[in-house]
């Protein structure tokens, strides 16, 4: 693994040098004027039961079977509740729940104006509203672990990374206790954390499976059947099998990673001519896998396409994969390149990326590497792969 390792780090060459600096990419910043502890404080001050919770169970459940966190954003709670990130929101679905979620935040924001002189009324709409459309959100990490009886304890992300932060314990008499919570507690009991959400505009692996059946099925086989005269030629693809991520990359308050594989490529690189070659436009490949807590460590088979035709011509890709973490839009200049009567031709390729992301590897992968290694774990700095070339 180790020769894989040296000839990546040779590769890096051909491209920008790596900015690995974790501590300049991990700020986190909002232009949401909703506050996260006074929205931890207003749930914490209605009646929630089992209804409630089995609301927000549901739609945490089911924005991770759409390969997102477990996560409900207030844009569905008050639109569609019980709708998960990725699902196609229905207002009739309150009519799943006897008292949802939004009745009792809307009842409580109302009577918490009701008395205020003059424009108490308006001040509580306009805050319903703000809160409605904001990036404001429910996390329940491990929600699978509920035992469909206890109610939640909330708190909301501090920022800085924290690892502990104050919390607001429901008890059945309907009291609420502050406590301090922590990652520890959330694995053994229901902790609802309010904290802003990221991923909902990007499309996750899942998502872009169901929209193009030749993204492939996670964990079968891949959805190619390329023809007897492509194969004859030397056209393979180029897949990846499975991520694997070997540590946590931001503080649990903010749920788990969202990382982007950006592949740069030439696809059906197949000239005749030199004049020919210069036709040919590089391509992206570019999707999201969010990596949940519990799956850090684990290894996840996307088995998916990152060049579906890869020829002889082609000599190598360009590789990056970050971490999301926002910032201004920037990009990633560098080159793939290709082969013509034994000569190496240049592609000029910009691979998006945003200012404070955190970038876990980039560099240029050649094709005798990813043959060399083909189907063997390989390690990309805090990720290990297994690339296929087949």
């Not at 043959?371 to 070339?389: A, H, I, Q, T």
Request: proline fraction near 3%; include cysteine.
């Amino acid at each position: 693994m180790w020769e894989l390792t040296a000839a990546l780090a040779l590769a890096l060459g051909a491209c920008e040098p790596l900015d690995d600096d974790l501590n300049t990419h991990t700020q986190k910043t909002s232009a949401s004027a909703i506050s996260l502890e006074e929205v931890a404080q207003l749930l914490s001050s209605v009646p929630i039961g089992t209804g409630q919770m089995t609301e927000v169970k549901d739609a945490a459940s089911s924005s991770a079977g759409n390969g997102y966190d477990e996560e409900y954003r207030m844009q569905d709670l008050f639109l569609s509740p019980g709708t998960g990130v990725g699902e196609e929101a229905e207002v009739t679905k309150a009519n799943r729940y006897d008292t949802p979620l939004r009745d009792l935040l809307s009842r409580a924001v109302r009577e918490r104006y009701a008395t205020k002189a003059g424009d108490g009324g308006e001040v509580a709409e306009a805050f319903l509203d703000s809160l409605s459309s904001s990036d404001v959100q429910i996390y329940w990490p491990y929600s699978e672990n509920w035992d469909r009886e206890s109610l939640p304890v909330i708190t909301f992300d501090p920022g800085d990374r924290a690892e502990q932060n104050v919390g607001y314990e429901l008890k059945a008499d309907g009291s609420v206790e502050k406590i301090f919570v922590n990652e520890e507690m959330a694995q053994e009991r229901p902790v609802w954390v309010v904290n802003y959400n990221a991923d909902a505009r990007h499309r996750t692996l899942e998502m872009l499976r169901r929209e193009d059946p030749s993204w492939g099925q996670g964990g079968g086989d891949i959805v190619v059947h390329p023809g007897a005269t492509k194969a004859e030629a030397g056209i393979k693809t180029l897949l990846l099998k499975s991520f694997r991520v070997k540590r946590q990359f931001d503080s649990w308050f903010c749920g788990g990673a969202e990382f982007f594989i950006k592949l740069g490529s030439v696809e059906d690189l197949n000239a005749t001519t030199e004049a020919e070659l210069r036709l040919y436009q590089p391509s992206i490949t570019d999707f999201m896998v969010v990596v949940r807590r519990k799956q850090v460590g684990e290894a996840l088979d996307l088995n998916t396409i990152l060049v579906g035709e890869w020829t002889s011509q082609l000599e190598n890709c360009a590789l990056m994969i970050v971490e999301d973490d926002g910032g201004t839009r920037t990009s990633w200049k560098c080159s793939v390149t290709g082969k013509y009567n034994s000569k190496l031709y240049g592609f000029e390729i910009d691979i998006p990326l945003n200012s404070r992301d955190d970038i876990v590897w980039r560099g240029s992968l050649s094709r005798a590497a990813i043959e060399k290694f083909s189907g063997m774990v390989s390690p990309f700095g805090d990720v290990e792969m297994v690339l296929e070339l087949k």
